[in-house]
């Protein structure tokens, strides 16, 4: 079936030019419109009901359901700013985005969420699943006519319109033969899982150790847990347990919490070098895997799953278009040599 994005694609403008030339809204260069109308007439595309409903005035509202931005290292933040930045290009298809934020270490918060929602008379959402327990009863209360796409976690259980995000048990296999690649001689390596309970990130974890097993004999691999909310002085009590290991090579962090653990091996004396892999290009992390304390960051390009969230929706609820179950973003390593020119 031919799209608005597919048109979009080859005529390499937005969305919402396309939808203005289509519709008569709006004034497009006339060289622009040309070039859109022949695609048009190419490809066969007409217009679908719902893009009838948008020029009778109807407006969609999107709710975002996220943990709040600052958490994580802020990097909340970022799937925020996509998420925005295609609620922005969808403004003229009367899309509105409204955020409702939880904290991830709080069920009692994901509840309020979810009752203020309910009230909201909402079109879809766009859910970041990090408690995973948690969320099978959130989905399971939510009204069955609602639909909803999943990102940065995936929910066993869910009935999902599609999910964004990472093979998360992949990137942890990655992040292990990263860390086989950076430590070759034989040493054992330590995990951070950082609390929460969270399936992605339980599945980072799974795929690391799961990939070290045949070397284990050589790289034997303990995890250690830390709790944010135990405070500096517990979580660096930890630090001191991992740097405390007998010849400890490497260190696997499963989340964006990374430059904690690289300030802290930063800031002592050490005899060895200790790796460090871990996930996302927060700003403590950049400014980190610059200065050579962190050598390799996993991204899963959380601004472009934000975007994709709101644009998914918009097909499947707004155009009525088939959409994707699954959107796999690619998994990046990212390094100091191409940072400067790596783009989500």
């Known amino acids: 079936m031919s799209t608005i994005k597919e048109i979009a694609r080859r005529a390499n403008v937005s969305i919402g030019t396309v939808d203005r030339v289509i519709h008569g809204r709006g004034r497009v260069a006339a060289k622009t419109e040309k070039r859109i109308r022949r695609i048009v007439e190419e490809i066969g595309y007409k217009p679908n009901i719902f893009a009838k409903q948008l020029r009778l005035g109807r407006t969609f509202m999107f709710g975002v359901v996220m943990p709040k931005p600052a958490q994580?290292?802020?990097?909340?933040?970022?799937?925020?700013?996509?998420?925005?930045?295609?609620?922005?290009?969808?403004?003229?298809?009367?899309?509105?985005?409204?955020?409702?934020?939880?904290?991830?270490?709080?069920a009692a918060s994901l509840f309020r969420v979810q009752r203020k929602l309910t009230r909201t008379g909402l079109d879809g959402l766009l859910v970041a699943p990090v408690l995973s327990r948690v969320f099978e009863d959130f989905f399971a209360a939510l009204p069955p006519d609602l639909p909803y796409v999943l990102f940065d976690s995936f929910i066993p259980k869910a009935n999902h319109v599609s999910c964004i995000g990472q093979d998360a048990y992949q990137s942890g296999v990655l992040s292990a033969r990263l860390m086989r690649l950076l430590a070759p001689a034989p040493?054992?390596?330590?995990?951070l899982r950082v609390l929460p309970e969270d399936y992605h990130i339980d599945e980072r974890v799974r795929g690391f150790i799961d990939s070290s097993r045949p070397a284990a004999a050589n790289h034997p691999v303990e995890v250690f847990e830390v709790d944010p909310h135990a405070g500096a002085a517990a979580r660096d009590r930890i630090f001191s347990r991992v740097v405390g290991v007998d010849g400890l090579n490497g260190v696997f962090v499963a989340n964006s919490s990374t430059h904690q653990i690289a300030a802290y091996l930063q800031s002592r004396p050490l005899r060895r070098r200790i790796r460090v892999v871990g996930?996302?290009?927060?700003?403590?992390?950049?400014?980190?895997?610059?200065?050579?304390?962190?050598?390799?960051?996993?991204?899963?390009?959380?601004?472009?799953?934000?975007?994709?969230?709101?644009?998914?929706?918009?097909?499947?609820?707004?155009?009525?278009?088939?959409?994707?179950?699954?959107?796999?973003?690619?998994?990046?390593?990212i390094a100091r040599e191409n940072l400067e020119h790596y783009r989500d």
């Open 279 to 333: 996930y996302d290009l927060v700003s403590e992390n950049v400014r980190l895997l610059r200065a050579g304390a962190i050598d390799f960051l996993i991204s899963q390009r959380p601004e472009r799953q934000g975007y994709l969230g709101v644009m998914t929706l918009f097909r499947h609820v707004v155009l009525n278009e088939p959409v994707d179950r699954t959107i796999m973003m690619p998994i990046d390593i």
């Open 187 to 191: 040493g054992p390596l330590a995990v």
């Open 72 to 106: 994580d290292s802020r990097f909340w933040a970022l799937p925020e700013a996509g998420a925005i930045r295609a609620a922005r290009e969808l403004t003229q298809q009367r899309v509105k985005v409204r955020f409702f934020h939880y904290d991830k270490f709080s």
